[in-house]
């Protein structure tokens, strides 16, 4: 199924190299595919078996105290597809092996603190898949378009988070950084059908129009946190989202690879199976009233 | 579809009402239903929907306001099916919404706790649907059986939950406590296809082998907790669980009617929502670079 949909390595084909450049990224580009939407949907569909065992690896093999785990990242402007990233994609994890964290606008104790404060403790334990929906990259976006920082501080996080995250791969911890990238005429659209129906009201925030009239400034800022920030370990990957079935596929997939790339095995048994098989069996003989 | 395959309410079946009597549940029975396990196995697709809607619904509302949430109790034996409940039922809700919490073996510090002291901080917040897999039910069950608790204090507890939940009624919480049950023989074949599959003997503890030889005394102890802690506004159902078919459905209907009895409603906009459709087309003259 995937051989066929994909005819290229969408993680190769997406992932930020140097020299990047955001603008010469089209958001109805369909990198790797020429499936189109059914055949999205179709491969959204038959690809959750893959990545539910993957998980479930992982997690079994973080029983036996393997360190291993994974950090996908996601970034965006308002209404690029982040919700449906985690209702289409994530949303085929186990629960158990998945933790999910949005981070919102922070509070007042959060602000009292170091921008890192109240992301290190969402860092996900082994075996398990973490998804930052919104991330400390909101403190040299937002931060940095609206000047809620200095430019000195702003520019001392850039190297905070590149340390940080030398840290989280050093412990184990596959980072995936990926930003859905829509344009803002598509944007527009999304957000012209919130407001065109009741049931999407409570998704729509006037402060996304706010924002809107800042995109160049957005762009420029995400250029330069994906540059500053892309390193081996902790790569970027930036997918063109205007067409949500290619985004979905594509997210999907990148997970896919990065947990190959970690290549999570069942563990031994840590006790004496066929002991285990005559204690079991010495049961069946038990009368119960 | 659903009331095709229901030919009762299946909420009202498995409610556990006074004179409630354990050993008179057969754990192969398939209250409310004739289907079999292709027709159960296709009422769980077709009911996702039915409850995501709710979900979102519940979500949406609590956004303006709305007090509301569920919390589900899941207990049973090992085995039993709790893995399958979280990965059939619940992984069918939008990951955002729902809050797992599975609760192991006290730690340490837990235990220098009164028992309630790790369970309060994970309930769900308004909106959320929080599931507990095992809960403060452990501390009435093992804790009886094992005697890991005096006579006296365990007798405390049974007190001690009815008014913990009373409090949780009050805040808004819809308080749904779930037992698989299960039997023995079915039990023991379980726990034998785990060691016959290298791939499951991470599910496996010997554990499960030494609690097994106490069924009787766990029966016991899952008889006078459902009896003590059983009330109107929290009530217990007594899912039979030895097929897994419809230990899924049943739970997905009760967790779908507990939503239902909520209620929940879209919120009405708290913007303008023609001027902010004028905002938004007002940005559609922005000439960006």
Redesign the interface.
């Known amino acids: 199924m995937t051989e066929r949909f994909w005819n290229a390595s969408v993680t190769d084909l997406l992932r930020v190299r140097d020299g990047f450049d955001l603008r010469a990224v089209d958001p109805s580009s369909t990198p790797g595919t020429t499936a189109g939407k059914k055949g999205g949907q179709a491969e959204l569909a038959a690809s959750a078996q893959e990545l539910r065992e993957l998980q479930e690896r992982l997690f ?2 973080s ?2 105290g393997e360190p291993e785990r994974v950090l996908v990242v996601l970034q965006a402007m308002d209404a690029a597809g982040k ?1 449906g990233i ?2 289409h994609v ?2 085929q ?4 092996g ?1 933790q ?1 964290t ?1 981070f919102k606008s922070p509070t007042e104790e959060e602000r009292s603190h170091d921008f890192l404060w109240r992301i290190a403790p969402r860092v996900p334990g082994p075996g398990v898949i973490g ?1 930052f ?1 919104r991330s400390h990259y909101e403190d040299v976006l937002i931060q940095r378009v609206r000047e809620f920082a200095t430019a000195d501080e702003i520019e001392r996080r850039y190297g905070a988070i590149t340390e940080f995250e030398r840290g989280l791969v050093a412990d184990g911890v596959r980072v995936v950084k990926i930003m859905l990238h829509v344009s ?1 005429e598509e944007q ?1 659209e999304r ?2 059908d919130r ?1 065109a129906d ?2 999407k ?2 998704k ?1 925030n ?1 402060g996304d ?1 706010d924002e ?2 800042l ?2 400034a957005y762009m420029s800022a995400f250029q330069i946190a994906i540059e500053r920030t892309n390193t081996p370990d902790a790569p970027w990957f930036v997918v063109p989202a205007n067409s949500k079935w290619y985004a979905r596929v594509a997210v999907q997939r990148i997970v896919i690879e990065a947990l190959q790339g970690i290549d999570p095995q ?4 840590d ?1 004496d ?1 066929a002991a ?2 005559s ?2 069996a010495a ?2 003989e ?1 009368r ?2």
């Open positions: 079994a093999q029983r036996a919700g985690v209702n994530f949303a994890l186990e629960p158990h998945l999910l949005a998804l929906d803002p527009a957000l012209s407001l009741p049931a009201h409570w729509y006037p129009v809107r009239q995109w160049p069942w563990p031994a048994a006790f199976v285990e098989q204690r079991l049961t069946l038990l119960w009233p």
